[in-house]
């Protein structure tokens, strides 16, 4: 069993800049691909980024892209997510999640552990 807490939200002003933290328990954190996601009120669970077991290569959501950077340290079963230039557009709830395999997906429904969700809100 893995267990993620995800750490970091909170409220920003339009073109501020937030840093999430996802901690993991457990073995498979560094022979996982991470993902983060995200969900706003009303809306379907929506892809942000995911990256791979080592780090070297990641893979962003267009909306995201050149803002949001994702990095992982194993050796802390950490993964990081730093926002700059947040839009009001970004206001949801963030989730890390443990992909089942080493494959990078966008599908939430291949992911196999979540954290419970931290808030971002971005005012305008």
């Known amino acids: 069993q893995v267990q993620l807490v995800e750490s970091g939200g909170g409220l920003v002003q339009a073109g501020g800049s937030l840093r999430l933290s996802c901690a993991a328990s457990?073995?498979?954190?560094?022979?996982?691909?991470m993902g983060w996601f995200r969900q706003a009120p009303g809306k379907e669970r929506e892809f942000v980024v995911a990256?791979?077991?080592?780090?070297?290569?990641?893979y962003y959501a267009d909306s995201v892209k050149g803002r949001f950077t994702i990095s992982r340290d194993n050796a802390k079963n950490t993964v990081y997510l730093q926002m700059n230039s947040l839009k009001p557009e970004d206001t949801a709830v963030y989730y890390c999640?443990?992909?089942?395999?080493?494959?990078?997906?966008?599908?939430?429904?291949?992911?196999?552990?979540w954290g419970q969700g931290t808030q971002v809100t971005v005012s305008s």
């Open positions: 457990g073995r498979t954190f560094s022979s996982r691909v």
């Open positions: 990256i791979s077991r080592g780090g070297g290569n990641r």
């Open positions: 999640a443990v992909h089942r395999s080493v494959v990078y997906s966008t599908d939430p429904k291949q992911y196999e552990y």
